[in-house]
């Protein structure tokens, strides 16, 4: 019994990063912008927020150095896809190649740092209900804020007018100008806020998921959150959710070498990304369902003097 409960508590866990990497990928889509780089800026992140609690011993400064690193990076891209009308495809890859060689690089003094010792995170009494407390009561205030975090944005996105504006950019930069909208600064503010997030994300892996610093440690975690935006449908909860399955997915391996399966540790390693192409693939059966969906101005570049 304890162990569903460990795998339950490692899928929140693990869900945790891919959600909150995934509701950030999510704002950019929605204003029309594809930020390929999300892996090279969480790996920035990462070692950005590691090198700052090693230093200071404090994991709020962590997650906000992380954070930081993030909306840099997401801002660099953003003057360059929004106002230089680069391609949005190319600069995030750019960013994603940059990003993964500049973190290698940086964190070569930090791979064998440690950092201050762990706190405990269990909730009184809560955490001591059998199975319950430890799956659900003793993670990181973080976890429970990711699952707030997906509603507000359920309520921002379709029940405010700020949320119709940035959904309107989207769907038709074009008319969204006529109306009077800043649309380029519209798409550089989502653009930030993403890249905020998949900061948050990268600082969150190198700080609570596995306390340390390994060059490449995000290990696809950046593009399989791209693709959960897609998987999703492009809708918050939806990400929530699948987020958690990738998780799950993603810790299964652990758990099936815990209780003694037989199976090839190659095959297990590569369950996450053999899902991931696996729903991909489902969805891409029934494009009608996609574009009825997707942001019809995803990935297009808009030119206000036209």
Not at 67 to 80: D, N
Not at 246 to 257: C, D, I, R, Y
Request: aromatic share 12%; with cysteine; hydrophobic share 55%.
């Amino acid at each position: 019994m304890d162990s569903y409960a460990l795998l339950i508590a490692a899928t929140l866990n693990a869900g945790t990063v891919l959600a909150i990497a995934s509701l950030g990928l999510l704002i950019n889509e929605k204003a029309g912008i594809v930020n390929l780089g999300a892996e090279g800026m969480m790996l920035c992140s990462a070692i950005a927020g590691f090198a700052t609690v090693v230093h200071t011993g404090s994991d709020t400064m962590g997650f906000l150095s992380g954070m930081l690193a993030g909306a840099v990076m997401a801002a660099i891209f953003g003057a360059l896809v929004i106002w230089l009308n680069t391609n949005q495809y190319a600069t995030g890859l750019a960013l994603s190649l940059f990003g993964a060689g500049f973190s290698a690089f940086a964190g070569i003094a930090y791979v064998q740092e440690k950092m201050p010792e762990r706190h405990s995170y269990a909730i009184p009494f809560l955490a001591d209900i059998p199975l319950v407390g430890p799956a659900l009561f003793r993670q990181h205030p973080l976890v429970y804020l990711t699952v707030a975090f997906a509603a507000w944005m359920v309520w921002f996105l379709y029940r405010t007018r700020s949320g119709l504006v940035l959904r309107s950019v989207g769907e038709s930069p074009e008319s969204a100008h006529a109306l009077g909208y800043r649309v380029r600064w519209i798409r550089l503010g989502a653009v930030v806020a993403g890249g905020t997030l998949c900061g948050l994300a990268g600082a969150y892996i190198s700080i609570i998921y596995t306390p340390l610093w390994v060059e490449g440690m995000v290990a696809g975690k950046g593009w399989i959150a791209l693709a959960l935006t897609t998987f999703a449908t492009w809708r918050p909860a939806r990400v929530l959710l699948g987020a958690y399955l990738f998780g799950g997915v993603t810790m299964l391996q652990f758990h099936l070498q815990g209780v003694g399966v037989e199976v090839p540790s190659q095959f297990l390693s590569m369950l996450p990304y053999l899902a991931t192409i696996v729903v991909l693939a489902l969805i891409s059966r029934n494009p009608r369902w996609i574009r009825i969906n997707m942001p019809a101005a995803i990935g297009k570049p808009f030119y206000p003097g036209s």
